[in-house]
């Protein structure tokens, strides 16, 4: 079970605006088999995906660990569009290449073609008018807006349209701004630093929408399903606040104790009121015990106010 998340002394919940996200890439898979391919490959059930609608998933090795994750828009039957981190774009173009054979897809970096913006409260009104920022996605002849995960209660969407078409209407919105919302909403964006880091219910992906259970065959299917099924997962991410520098991929240890680590950082930003705002993947015991952490070093900065900010499934 998790707690509701306490709002931090700045939240998300304060922005507004568009901001231009160039640390994202996207992948565009093309063909009559597209989706059939991307079925075989990812943890999301792609082919329930419809025209104008996106989900999260993931893309793991053959240990179940994340190589990488994406939002995964359908442009139309056979065309999607995969939203990545751009440090991992090349890497996994070509592992997803790898196993495309005789299929008829075509993968290729759609990056140069597409601009992507990152849209918080009310500028997702201004880009649609009336609509259920929470759920609905929707596309037109240009451009794709996807509903992300709310942080501290604030709508957030991804808009992806063509590069030279105007970007979103709405007052102009930091990429920093834009990085400390995606962390506060709980849900990390895989990067290069935590690749191969964690299987996709460490990063609580299982309870945002992000894996289906009830699809057939991809790389590390056995071990996700294992891991949920046997009662497995003992870390889970949490959203929290280091009164310090953080970055992902930091060891957290238990204060006093250099040991081991207890855990990591597997995504951080830069807070307005300072220090850093991450996730960070720990393990569920050590929360609840109210275990003093720290980052970097057991002498590090400290890592406190840790919360899930949506309740973890357990009908799957």
Known sequence: MSEPLCPSPATAAALSGAAALPHLGVIRAQGEQAAAFLQSQLTQDVAAIAPGQARLAGLCNAKGRLLASFIVGRRADDEFWLVCSRDLLAPTLKKLSMF?????????????????????????????????????SGQNDTHLLVPLPPADGAARALWIGPVGSAPPPGAALS?????????????????APVVEAFVPQMLNYESVDGVSFKKGCYPGQEVVARSQFRGAIKRRAYVGHVDGAAQAGQDVFAAGDAREPVGVIAQAAKAPQGGTAVIAVLRSEDVAAGLALRVGEPEGARLQELAIPYPLREDL
């Open 100 to 136: 495309v054979l005789r299929a008829k897809v075509r993968l290729s970096d759609a990056s140069h073609e597409l601009q992507l913006y990152g849209l918080v409260g009310d500028a997702i009104n201004a880009v649609a008018p009336g609509a259920d920022r929470s759920s609905a």
């Open 175 to 191: 990429a920093a701004l834009w990085d400390f919302a995606a962390v506060r909403s709980g849900v990390a964006t895989v990067t």
